[in-house]
């Protein structure tokens, strides 16, 4: 299993290429469902998650074609992808697929809408806590689908429907390790509150491993920042937990082991890569 070596306590600098986000990528290539068209994506990362979704769209019918490599553009870095979905060969999306991306589960939409019918496996568990999808589910009945979950598998028919969204104002839950692996080393006390998943202050212990004093009351961290932090062996318990460690790890003084960066590799794309063009000392080590 890979790890992640770094020497912290270098100043960085630098300028690094933002890539594509995991969480816009995802939705838009399930979107490809929707449409005889070819939907063509720009800036789509090189990401697990990413390469699974592919692979999840493909037992659906969808064909892709990655467009080759433009001037001025870095190699290896996002790619611009064609989706082709002019023949829905599947309308069921198995539990063998869905069960290793929870955001596959989103395909029962489009289905619905295109194909009038969707079978989807129900996505399981998650680490940082109950993610449930019933609400989801509330909202395909408000357009008028007929919902029933069977051995596993939500059984979804309707023939048409209307849905308004709107933005969400708060702070976002996916970035609350990220700022606490900031708040460590910043003067006086900050306080993280964390509404959404009752299990996401697992990263906590990992980083009072390199020094950091946060202490936990319920749903509430309080970070009690400190001079410096010291590198240690920690280890990643989920996508944005794993990222808030390389950050306090950048920050402390020493060597850091980041163990199961798998996590990392599901939502940062080139992260070693990036940081060190910037000065950071930073390594993969595979197993």
């Given amino acids: 299993m890979d790890r992640i070596r770094i020497v912290g306590g270098n100043k960085l600098a630098g300028s690094i290429p933002i890539s594509g986000a995991k969480n816009a990528a995802l939705p838009l290539m399930i979107a490809s469902l929707l449409t005889d068209d070819t939907l063509t994506l720009e800036n789509v990362p ?9 692979r999840i769209l493909g037992n659906h019918g969808v064909d892709y074609s990655v467009n080759g490599r433009r001037e001025k553009q870095n190699e290896g870095y996002s790619r611009t992808i064609n989706f082709s979905a002019r023949n829905i060969v599947d309308t069921t999306a198995p539990y063998e697929l869905v069960s290793k991306m929870r955001a596959s589960f989103w395909v029962i939409g489009p289905l619905l809408a295109r194909m009038g019918e969707a079978k989807v496996s129900l996505p399981g568990g998650c ?3 109950t993610r449930p999808v019933d609400l989801f589910l509330e909202g395909l009945q408000a357009l008028g689908a007929d919902i029933d979950v069977d051995t596993g598998y939500v059984l979804a028919k309707t023939r048409n429907g209307r849905l308004t969204t709107a933005p969400f104002p708060a702070f976002p839950t996916d970035l609350q390790a990220q700022f606490m692996g900031l ?9 993280i509150t964390e509404t959404i998943f009752e299990n996401r202050f697992m990263h906590v212990q990992e ?3 390199l020094g950091a004093h946060i202490t936990l009351s319920g749903q509430t961290a309080i970070v009690d920042g ?6 240690a062996p920690v280890m990643a318990t989920d996508l944005r937990a794993s990222v808030s460690l390389v950050i306090a790890g950048l920050a402390a003084e020493g060597e850091t082991t980041v163990n199961r960066v798998y996590h ?3 939502g940062f794309e080139r992260l070693e890569e990036k940081l060190s063009n910037c000065g950071a000392v930073i390594e993969r080590i595979s197993a």
């Fill in 46 to 54: 090189h990401l697990a998650d990413v390469e699974q979704l592919i």
């Fill in 127 to 129: 680490a940082i806590g």
């Fill in 183 to 191: 708040m460590t080393m910043a003067k006086g006390k900050s306080r």
């Fill in 207 to 209: 980083l009072a491993r």
């Fill in 226 to 231: 400190v001079s410096k932090l010291k590198g």
């Fill in 264 to 266: 990392l590799d599901r």
